[in-house]
């Protein structure tokens, strides 16, 4: 996964002042409604934006969305003013769906266990893992030990050496859903260690890196749903506490 932060909360607030300006809402929304063939055009460079963010990571660029969804870059501009406009809609989205996947599993599963492999495989399944904000996710390469439960987060970029580190969580004004979905998630993971069936160390950070990781991108469907469910078993594995 390639989730780059670029400059996230800035770059985000200028888009937004570039959309109040040209009569739409900070998150690229009209305020009225769109002519058919518009409406189709979103349609398209929203599923463009995800199947490219998915694979490239929110660092690749809007001419590879506008080319994905065959449409030129200043119909893409016209409709989110800024890259961060888009990126942001388009992580919300994911965001929103992840949450609505865990309060699925938490009201549908009576076992601690099910609920929560219930919600990695469907999460997985759907890729949005891929497609997390930077917030949320982050990779690091300095170690970092000591912290409170509440202030662990896994963050994502890219580094030489590739390890990973729980860093302190970082605290934004609009946080697109992100601690509804870090809310929810910790439910389920609570209730899988109160029930011994979770390792002890294992955290809400352990659990949407396992998201993340276990949704490859590659160009075979069959290929990457064989692969997915592979890794997302033997991570799963990880997860579960052992009789000592």
Avoid: C
């Avoid at 055009?41 to 506008?66: I, K, Q, S, T, W």
């Avoid at 979905?181 to 294992?202: H, Y």
């Avoid at 955290?203 to 998201?211: A, E, G, K, Q």
């Amino acid at each position: 996964m390639h989730v780059q932060d670029s400059r996230w909360s800035s770059a985000v607030a200028s888009g937004a002042t570039m959309s109040a300006a040209s009569g739409g809402r900070p998150d690229g929304t009209r305020t009225t409604p769109l002519r058919v063939d518009a409406q189709r055009n979103l349609e398209h460079v929203l599923r463009a934006a995800r199947e490219v963010f998915g694979e490239l990571g929110y660092g690749a660029p809007m001419e590879d969305v506008a080319r994905r969804a065959r449409v030129g870059v200043g119909t893409v501009y016209r409709r989110f003013p800024s890259k961060d406009v888009l990126v942001r809609r388009i992580a919300e989205e994911e965001t929103s769906r992840l949450t609505e996947q865990a309060r699925a599993a938490l009201g549908q599963e009576d076992e601690p266990w099910s609920a929560l492999s219930r919600f990695l495989r469907t999460s997985v399944a759907s890729g949005a893992g891929r497609l997390l904000p930077p917030q949320v996710l982050r990779v690091g390469v300095a170690e970092e030990r000591g912290l409170p439960e509440h202030a662990r987060l896994p963050q994502q970029r890219t580094q030489p050496a590739g390890e990973l580190r729980l860093v302190p969580e970082e605290r934004v004004e609009d946080d697109g859903g992100a601690t509804e979905l870090l809310d929810v998630v910790g439910q389920l993971v609570e209730r899988a260690r109160a029930a011994g069936e979770l390792r002890p160390d294992v955290s809400v950070s352990d659990v949407l890196l396992v998201i993340a990781t276990a949704a490859p991108s590659l160009p075979d469907a069959a290929q990457q749903a064989a692969a997915s469910a592979r890794l997302l078993d033997i991570l799963l594995e990880g997860l579960r506490s052992r009789p000592s």
